[in-house]
Structure formats: structure tokens, C-alpha cells
């Protein structure tokens, strides 16, 4: 269990050559790079660079194409869909977020769809694009069955996540990303090999019944939606909006994105994804909206503190403060990230790695 | 505390009467009261015709404007945004959601706010209406502060709800409305009156502590957001969307709707409410969307049941069937709706009331 320190410029140029040897053109790569150690930078090391080798699995056995390239299908003033072709996830989510963007700035609002696509990393990545543009971003996908429903045993929907960001004023943009369910099945995997039992709420056993024990997951049991009936619902409106609509995969029609899970089904994944970018100030003037923003958060920051409580975070905002850490003094990557990247330097034949070991205890 | 049967038609015919003598005009009555009595027979009956009377209070103190009418103020080809002038605020909302279903008739997508407006009931209804022309439609508003935020104490946001309806083939519509906070305030008033405690993760008390003990509420405390850091950031996304975009009051400068709380600063309310609709039916044609819906909607309920449960249900469902019973057979109406009713008659001078009591216990 060892983590490592790494500077975000190593990092990127370890994974853009990874990329490069399993055959991913320069562009796509850089895109590619930039979204995943962005993630990293905040912290969210579950859906930043560890991801890349199990991607990567996915092309030489033709579920993911490096020559392929996203291509618009259909689309109206304020919307289009977008066919992935099953190219690089990462470069047709950020393409698609891209078109809403400008379907914003025609329309007011604009809504992007891609579908035979894969794994996009974390989802708010793409609503901070938005943001940038001084313009509200929301990003969406369905996913892979994990999580139970109510009344249901076994896994029903996906974790579903839902990110947004909204630009605001002088502060950095308010920036969330949850998945639909109570907690994240790594957290539960990892009470799992720590031999630890699991809050309420989280996991229910084959039977479908709430317990406390990770020892059955994932192999049986299923992930608890947040908030019970409402993550339930929420979960719901991701599939419709990012599934139904688009043309995605539905539910268990959809395999995981890892190739290697036993009893993952061969052929493509057909995950869907959804963006939508809000032009604000088209509605309100920038000024305006920007002068409101910058209201609301001072009001947050400024609100009496429960006992204990030193200081009140926008969503977000821990998240921008790591990533200034990380730009200027480098980062530490957590064992599990660590070990994802030594095997994707082993399975590339790259000698060097890019970090220094840490070693905790 | 008890309660009574009433019809469908009678519930209606009255409360038509008692607008009529508070100076409503003949539309408007009938507008308002459908949105209120259909949210009665889906068993919602925290949003029915017992908002009807606090509301009406607002029109002799001039909060609301029984001669108004809402108004276009800014609008471009997907979005629009409406004075509601301080118009009886069930008839600007349901205004607002069908131009937002005309602007997505023409650009896939449309999204109309509402400001100077008031509470409008079940943000659920108005999305309703958007499924009925076949297409999805969401609605929100942000309200008045009842809701701690994660590292804070008091009420710093609304419980800023979020609806959303989905056209379902050939079911009834998927339809799903919830507030942000964990739990309602009423229910914690009601366990209050009864002397009983509250699960844990629905209340903080005046230091911002969790607590069971809902005798201090509204007065300190403040309710919980649903799955703590998740209910806060959809609520502030509501907020942004519903409030800052819009030119609505924010959190603390919103007084409540209600006139007669103590406290309440006297002068105009100016919610903010926000309505989209997406015409799915134009990006992937309404067939392929009703057959999709039909595969999911069984799926759902055709999903290995958890032991003891009987039946899975979509969101609305079960409301749906409510609304069924009663249009056949009437409803019972809890006695907090039937005093609400019955002062509502003594306040206008109405001697016959609509229902039957029935006697609880």
C-alpha cells in the first residue's frame, strides 16, 4: 500500500505516451491526458488516471476504435446527437460538451447527446468546460447495472452520476459530481479488504436486505440509491435523459466498460452521455448573473457554523484548492492509483515512471 | 383530528367558489383549482387544496394581485423568461411550462422561468403537463431557508424542490417530485405534536448538531438536506437555475409565502420557478421513444422483488392509481386539509361544506 509523488506535467507527458503505444493519435491523447490528470488534481483519484489502463484494454480487442471519430447523426438549433463510433470516450464527450456550447450561444441552452461511447472519467469535468465559457454546464451518463431500486433485490440501474458547474463572478466555478447512489462501490471494496463493516444505507445483501457487511459485494448485493426513493428517481431521469433518448444501451443491456470483468459480455459498450450548457447571461446579462453569484457565495461562506465547524465550502471549492496544490508542489497519488499506472507501464514496456515512492508505514 | 370523504367534482366546485369570493377571476379559478385538486387525488395532499387558503391571504394584503397577469419580459428561440406580476401563481406557472413546451416544439428544447411569483403548489403537476404533449418536462423553484447546509447552523437554503414527468408509452407517465431536504417539514412538525422522536439525518438543532428530538423546530434547527452534501448541491443548483438566472429573491431575502408567519416581512414574495421541456420525440422519433420507455418501465417492474416486497413501482405510480381511485370513488382528506378547508369556508362566508367527516379511530 504504497502512494507516490508525481508533478502534474510527469504525469501527463507517462500518460500521453502510454496512449501513443497503444496507438492513440497525438490530439486525442493530449485531450485524453488533460482530462484525467485534471481529475487527479482534484482529488478525485477514482475516476482520474487509474482509469486509463482498463480503457486502454478496450481497443485491441476492438470494443474501443483508435481510429475512429464522433460524428453528429442528427440536430436541431438548440440540440444534437452524436454517433461516438466508439472512438476515444474522452475526445467525444469533450467534442459534445464543445456543440452544446455553441448550441447555447445560438439558442440559450443547449443539449448534447453521445452515444456508442465508454467510460468519460468523472462526469463534472465536462460541466466545468461550460463554466469556462461563462455559460452553466450539466453532464450526465448511464451506466452498467450496480445499484438496487426500492421494493428490488440484485442490481436494477447504474450509479448514474450527475455533475453541474456554474461559473461565479470572482470565485472559481461551483463545480458538483455525485453518482446517484448512497456511496461509491470502491468505498464499500475497500471496507471489504479492510475486513471493516459498512454504514447503514449503503449496501443491501442478496436478498435484498440493508446490511452492514461488504463481504458479499460485488459479487452479490447491490448498492443503495441516495436518499432512498429520490436517488431511485434520480437515477431514473439519467437513464431516460441519457439513455432513452439517445439510443444508448439500457440497464443490464449494457456491459461494463472494464474488459476484463468475468462475465462481461464481448462486443461494444453503448454507454450514453448527455451535456447541456445554459447561456445565463443571454437571459440575465453576465454582470448581472456574475454580481449574484458572487452574492451567493459570500452569503454561504458567511453563514453562522455548526459547533466544530470551521468553515463552509461551496461545491466544489475543496476541489480547486487541491488542484492549485497539486500545479504548484505536485501531488500524491494513492496506492491504487499507483499500482493502475505500474501495470499500465508494464503493459506498454515504458521503463521509467514518473513518481517517487512514498512509503506509508 | 378528523378526517373526511369528499368528491372529486364537490372539492372542486368548492374551492372554485371560495376564489370567486376572494376576487379571482373565472379562469383562473378553474386553472388553480385543477392544479389543487389533482395534487390532492395523488394522495400529495401537503401540496393540495390546503395551500389554498394561506395563499389567498396574500391577495387582501396586496402580496398577490388578483387582477394581474403574467408577462414575456426576455425571450429568445429555446427560453423565456416571465414576470408573473404577482398573478395567482398556479396560472403564471402553468402559462410558463406550456411556452416552454412551444419553444421546444419549435427548438427541441425550451426553458421558461417565472419570477414575482409565489408558491405554486407540486412543482410535479407542471411537469405533467409537458408528458401529456409527449415530452419530458422538469419544473423547480427556489423558496424561503428551512435547510442547514454541510458545516453550517440555521437555515441557509429552500428545500428548493425538483419534478420531473416522463411520457411512458403505454403507461401512465413516470413522474417524480421531491424536495432537497431529507425529510419534510410537516412530517417533523407532526412527530413534534405526537411527542415522538425523528430518525437521525432529518434534523439539526440551534448548534447544528444532528438530533431526534424535533421539539425545537421551526422555531431553531433547521431540516437536513437529503444524503447530506447531494441534497445541498442540488438544492444550490436549484437555486441558481430557479433564482440566480432568473431575478428571484435568494435564500434569506425570500420571505416566506405564507403571510401570517411571525416575522415575515411585509411586501411582495419573489420566488423564482423554472420550467423545461425536451420534445425526446423529435430527436429519436416518439415511437422509438414509447417503445424504449415500455422495455424500461417492464424491466422495472419485472426486476427480482426483495424479500417481503411484493411490488416494484416507478416514480408516480403509485399516485397515479390514488388519482384513479379517486376520480371513481372520492378521497379521504386528512384533517389537517379538512381544517384548512373549513377555515378557509368560515374566512369567505361559505355555510355548506363539500365533505362527509369520517371519523378516525
Redesign the interface.
Known sequence: MDSAKVSVKDLENFIVEAMHRYGIHEEDAHVSANILVTTDTWGVHTHGTRQLRPLLKNFPIKRLDSEATSEVI?E????A?VDGHHSMPFVSAQRAMELAIQKAK????G?V?VIHTSHFGAAGYYATLAAEQGM?GMAMCNADPNM???????K?LGTNPIA?A?PAGQNKP?F?D?ATS?AAANKIIRAKLLGQSIPEGWL?NA???PTTDPSGFPESGALMP??A?????FA??V???AG????AA???EQPSWVPDIPGNPPGFTNQGQMFIA?D?G???SPE??DQ??D??VD??HD?????G?E?????GEMEWEKREQALANGMILPSDVVDSLRGLAHDVGIKTLPFEMVTDN
Open positions: 442528427r436541431g438549433v438548440a440540440w446527437m445560438a439558442a440559450g441552452i443539449y447527446s452553466i438496487v431500486i426500492p421494493g428490488a433485490r440484485g436494477v453541474y456554474v461551483v458538483f455525485i448512497a443491501v436478498e435484498g436486505e441516495m436518499a426513493h429520490k436517488g431511485y428517481g431514473l431521469l437513464e431516460v435523459l432513452v433518448m439517445t439510443g439500457l440497464t443490464k445554459i445565463a443571454a437571459m440575465i448581472i448573473f449574484r453569484m452574492w451567493l452569503y454561504i453563514a453562522p457554523k455548526a459547533k465547524s468553515r463552509i465550502y461551496l461545491p
